[in-house]
T-cell receptor, first 115, second 111 residues
């Protein structure tokens, strides 16, 4: 597997502000993903973070609201923009490792509360 | 299209008794299937995965799951529950480069 870290681990933010979440992996990965887990819910894929190009967003998620960067093979950021209380969730990054085909490994998550 | 259904939103067992968490899947091709566990305030940990090798898959912490194509099921079992098993469990099927998550089963373990 891999060691995946996320910063911050949690934050409390005011409505209308933005928060950038970082995801760092200790080895090179083939793919990186961002998920949202709303309170008491399962995980929903936000987007696939592509190295050196625009992320691929799932239906219902747009770049203006969730801009994503992936400048290299081991690092990605997700920004939650113009936040509202409905954005309160856990945001998780995950990775696929070379040679591990379908398996994704998850970071510890960032717990976001928007007031 | 691929989908997964977890049949129980909550399961309660006594410590030392068997655990059964049920999962049914739908897939238009031979899928990969996973069980992940999420302990309170933690990220997701991979318990086990099925990728068309042996139909009985052994995972970490004494868990195992059996792939039954005829029943389109991938139920998770453990012979004897431990207090530390209390968590949320997710059954997952692969889509096209994506994971499709079930709605989760919360396992409670009573002493």
């Amino acid at each position: 597997s891999a060691v995946i870290s996320q910063k911050p681990s949690r934050d409390i933010c005011q409505r209308g502000t933005s928060l950038t979440i970082q995801c760092q992996v200790d080895s090179q990965v083939t793919m990186m993903f961002w998920y949202r887990q709303q309170p008491g819910q399962s995980l929903t894929l936000i987007a696939t973070a592509n190295q050196g190009s625009e992320a691929t967003y799932e239906s219902g998620f747009v770049i203006d609201k969730f801009p994503i960067s992936r400048p290299n093979l081991t690092f990605s950021t997700l920004t939650v923009s113009n936040m509202s209380p409905e954005d309160s969730s856990i945001y998780l990054c995950s990775v696929k490792l070379a040679g591990h085909t379908d398996t994704q490994y998850f970071g510890p998550g960032t717990r976001l509360t928007v007031l | 299209a691929q989908s997964v259904t977890q049949l129980d939103s909550h399961v309660s067992v006594s410590e030392g008794t068997p655990v059964l968490l049920r999962c049914n899947y739908s897939s238009s091709y031979s899928p990969s299937l996973f069980w992940y566990v999420q302990h309170p305030n933690k990220g997701l940990q991979l318990l086990l995965k099925y990728t068309s090798a042996a139909t009985l898959v052994k995972g970490i912490n004494g868990f195992e799951a059996e792939f039954k194509k005829s029943e389109t099921s991938f139920h998770l079992t453990k012979p004897s529950a431990h207090m530390s098993d209390a968590a949320e469990y997710f059954c997952v099927v692969t889509g096209t480069d994506k994971l499709i998550f079930g709605t989760g089963t919360r396992l409670q373990v009573f002493p």
